[in-house]
């Protein structure tokens, strides 16, 4: 495609929305931020390089006109980031090679808020999946999953969204937090349609996992993942239009990611 025609595109995704099911139809719709920002605060995996801002220059210069620049450097995964299928399943999609429609699209939240608060170790089932179709009258075809356990009320506590604040490898086994059951995934990948999955905690897995079933499962249908989302508590169950754009890294297996919901009024 032209790249005048993509930005043509583009454009007009920024004014859709819709339901489970549907197309997306022109709107008029508020744009809401799903995105922590990186800096100092932002959260890893115990065991990846955190996000490093490295100041270049900042003021007025000899020629007196001001200047900023900086360098970065962070591991792919951590933050709001985005997992390619690559990270688990070799031979499938690296983040560059991600169509733009498995990013763009309609948005559907999944709200186990109430279990997840009973139970750090929660893993969404398939029957919350069929109990959002049966209360919305609608299958869960061509949409983005949005996976809303309220854990991102936490960001950046590290204790309390991730279970612990230590670093290194021993800390792995001490992660707790909610993700996706493996017969959830397997269930998505089989009997829906899905576009990607994300949610508001650090890991698709629960962090208990130890060999990252649901990973494996959406990965191997280049089903990608959105991790430590922002914001899903602003978003309605349905009637939202996602758009995820990661950095294209060349060959990566994810990257940092900036994601909006654009809510219809």
């Not at 800096?39 to 995996?45: K, L, P, S």
């Not at 031979?91 to 808020?113: A, E, K, Q, S």
């Not at 269930?187 to 494996?216: C, M, P």
């Given at each position: ?5 993509l ?31 990186f ?9 990846a ?19 900023a620049?900086?360098?970065f450097?962070a ?21 560059d090679?991600i ?12 709200d ?10 929660y ?15 609608s ?11 309220g ?10 969204y ?25 269930w998505?990948v ?8 994300g ?12 060999l990252?079933?649901?990973h ?11 991790e ?36 219809n009024?």
């Amino acid at each position: 495609m032209k790249s005048v025609s993509l930005v043509f595109v583009l454009l007009c995704l920024l004014s859709l929305s819709g339901c489970a099911g549907s197309q997306p139809q022109l709107l008029s719709g508020k744009i809401i931020d799903l995105t922590h920002p990186f800096g100092e605060a932002t959260v890893y995996w115990p065991t990846a390089k955190e996000f490093q801002l490295e100041k270049v220059y900042q003021g007025v210069t000899s020629k007196g006109f001001f200047y900023a620049a900086n360098n970065f450097s962070a591991a792919e995964h951590g933050g709001t980031h985005i997992d390619a299928p690559f990270h688990f399943y070799e031979g499938r999609n690296t983040v560059d090679m991600i169509p733009l429609g498995r990013l763009i699209g309609n948005g559907v939240v999944i709200d186990v808020r109430e279990k997840c608060a009973n139970n750090r170790d929660y893993r969404i089932q398939i029957r919350d999946f069929l109990e959002w179709e049966e209360r919305h009258g609608s299958k869960l075809y061509d949409v983005i999953i949005l996976l809303r356990t309220g854990f991102g009320k936490y960001w950046p506590d590290r204790i309390k969204y991730m279970g612990t604040d230590e670093r290194g490898e021993g800390a792995v086994g001490k992660l707790h937090f909610p993700g996706l059951h493996p017969e959830a995934a397997r269930w998505l990948v089989n009997n829906r349609r899905v576009k990607a999955i994300g949610l508001d905690t650090v890991s698709i897995d629960y962090g208990q996992s130890t060999l990252f079933e649901s990973h494996v499962t959406l990965f191997q249908k280049n089903v990608p993942a959105l991790e430590n989302l922002a914001n899903l508590e602003q978003l309605p169950e349905k009637g939202f239009l996602i758009i995820a754009l990661p950095m294209k890294i060349k060959g990566g297996s994810g990257g940092p990611l900036r994601i909006v919901a654009v809510v219809n009024k």
